[in-house]
């Protein structure tokens, strides 16, 4: 079962927003994490022919990324336990990620863009991704603890 973190939940999901709030302010990018990530391997040329790196959209995207790698390190550091608990094994955590990355190509972004930056836009777009995802996430949750009883 998982426990009930209200006060951490809370403070996480501001800081999620207020990062988000601060990459539009700062940059006039939407924090999808999916699209930052995927940026990060395309050819380093802008529209106008100019490169990425020099004018630095690459470099902020990659210190986004690294951002989120090295908060719960820190965290860790810091003498806060970071507890995850995998209860599929790892075939089946290999399929749900790779499922996940296929459903964040085919919907144009994930739940950072669209259910935080797009919701936040009142995006229609985003309104029907976040049900879908959201729909089918808890569809599976349940199949998995009341159908198959993993």
Known sequence: MTEFTPYTSLAGGVLIGLSAVILLLANGRI???SGIFSRLFEPGTLANGKSAWVHGEKGWQLAFVVGL?????LLMAGGYPIVQVFTGGLPLIAVAGLLVGFGSVF?????????VCGLSRLSIRSLV?????????GAVVFV???????
């Open 129 to 137: 991704a976040t049900l879908t995802f959201m729909g089918v996430g």
């Open 107 to 115: 919907g144009s972004g994930c739940t950072s863009g669209h259910g």
């Open 144 to 150: 998995l603890r009341h159908v198959i009883g993993a």
């Open 69 to 73: 790698l090295l908060a719960p390190l």
């Open 31 to 33: 924090a999808g994490i």
